[in-house]
């Protein structure tokens, strides 16, 4: 969801874009889609990314097997290896990844993130983190607590992102037919958030620091 103004810019561009992705989300069940069972959600995910990859235009989308939600338990050094293989078997002029706040805290992604920048260490390759700016921040945070006063999710702001995506209209229809794939992640609250044009902008607009460039505020 937090990269597909690039993509769908970068394809119009005619780049080739590539998704590596190291679980199948088996531990997110929701209750989503209505009518099917916990054990199913692996292949009901796959499906939604599937869809979702041919409207925004990817070439091609790997995923492993990792445990969702326990990716820091497993073999980091073979997770480093495999993105290493694959980088060099994809031969990308730019890699985006998560940087070392997981965008939200989420542990499987600042592990993930963490494999990647060892494993682009010292390659040359042009190599970004995934970020939200203070406005893009305040924005999903307000829209965050309006449903969940409570919550514990967290964003971690950066001042000043070397690259920005900014959709235009055109755009942002492409990622709301992408993200309304992912009908298993659609609780009330990011449904309503898809259907909110105006802070559904800031979901959709996508921001980049350079890898041991910059870090976000408070990590």
């Given at each position: 969801m937090g990269n597909g103004?690039?993509?769908?810019?970068s394809v119009a561009a005619g780049s080739e874009v590539h998704l590596l992705c190291v679980t199948r989300g088996g531990a997110g069940w929701n209750g989503l889609p209505?009518?099917?069972?916990?054990?199913?959600?692996?292949g009901i995910r796959a499906g939604e990314l599937d869809?979702?990859?041919a409207v925004l235009g990817l070439a091609s989308v790997e995923l492993w097997d990792y445990p969702d939600g326990r990716v820091p338990a497993c073999d980091q050094h073979e997770i480093t290896r495999r993105i290493r293989e694959a980088v060099a078997r994809l031969d990308p002029e730019l890699v985006l990844g998560w940087g070392p706040d997981g965008g939200y805290g989420h542990p499987d992604h600042i592990a993930v993130g963490a494999c990647t920048d060892a494993a682009?260490?010292?390659?040359?390759?042009?190599h970004y983190h995934l970020a939200l700016d203070r406005p893009e921040?305040?924005?999903?945070?307000?829209?965050v607590r309006r449903f969940d006063p409570e919550t514990t999710m967290r964003f971690?702001?950066?001042?000043?992102?070397?690259?920005?995506?900014?959709?235009t209209p055109d755009e942002l229809k492409t990622v709301r037919r992408a993200v309304e794939c992912h009908e298993s992640?659609?609780?009330?609250?990011?449904?309503?958030?898809?259907?909110d044009s105006a802070t559904f902008f800031w979901l959709a607009r996508n921001s980049y620091v350079r890898a041991g460039a910059s870090s976000a505020a408070g990590c």
């Open positions: 103004t690039a993509v769908v810019r209505p009518g099917r069972r916990p054990e199913e959600l692996p869809r979702a990859a682009l260490a010292g390659s040359g390759r042009e921040a305040n924005a999903l945070e307000a829209w971690f702001p950066v001042d000043g992102p070397d690259l920005v995506y900014e959709p992640q659609l609780s009330p609250m990011y449904r309503a958030l898809v259907e």
